[in-house]
């Protein structure tokens, strides 16, 4: 399948982090060995990691912007009506993802829930897509299943889940944000 190319609102898009038996090396990983570990996805409640296998972070309200964030810094000058733009040195990024709160997803002893500050480096992918696929395994083949059933476009990138914070809710449904930073560059975007 093809890069998404009309416009359209990415309401089936998804975020999902690996969780293999033994983890990579970070160092080596090109286009194919990403879409390699999200071959099976297993369940975050009683779900147990193997080979090539991921969760999906279910729920999602809101995701931030992904890419690679500018490194511009504005620099005001002397007598001049406007700043000098300059490009800076980027601090390591991270982002909030808002996601409904299901309890049982993240409680300790689940995969989701370990991960939230246990210091590992994990593999994520977002990928954009604007109609619902046959399933949310990448498709490395590209026979059409999965993720090739339908245009997308793929990211991935290193990072730790480091936060979660629960915000109880009066009137609506209970909300948490998941913190990640990010370890490394954003690889992408790709597409079968």
């Known amino acids: 399948m093809s890069h998404i190319n009309s416009i359209g609102a990415g309401m089936y898009s998804d975020l999902s982090v690996a969780v293999p038996l033994t983890p990579p090396s970070f160092l080596t990983l090109d286009e194919a060995d990403f879409k390699d570990l999200f071959a099976t996805e297993i369940n975050s409640v009683g779900g ?3 080979t090539d296998t991921y969760v999906r972070l279910k729920n999602v309200r809101e995701f931030p912007a ?3 964030p500018p490194n511009v810094v504005n620099v005001p000058v002397y007598g001049q009506a406007t700043s000098q733009q300059i490009k800076g040195q980027t601090d390591a990024p991270s982002m909030e993802i808002q996601l409904n709160y299901v309890a049982n997803e993240w409680a300790d002893g689940t995969v989701l829930g370990d991960m939230v500050g246990d210091g590992l480096q994990y593999v994520f992918r977002f990928a954009l897509l604007n109609s ?3 399933g949310y395994e990448s498709d490395s083949v590209g ?3 999965g993720l090739g059933s339908t245009e997308n476009s793929m990211y991935f990138w290193v990072g730790k889940t480091e936060a979660l914070q629960v915000t109880p ?3 609506d449904a209970n909300t948490a944000t998941v913190t990640i930073t990010i370890q490394s560059e954003f690889s992408g975007a790709y597409t079968v």
């Open 169 to 171: 809710q009066l009137t």
């Open 132 to 134: 619902l696929p046959d």
């Open 143 to 145: 026979g059409g299943a």
């Open 66 to 68: 992904m890419g690679t």
């Open 48 to 50: 147990t990691p193997a």
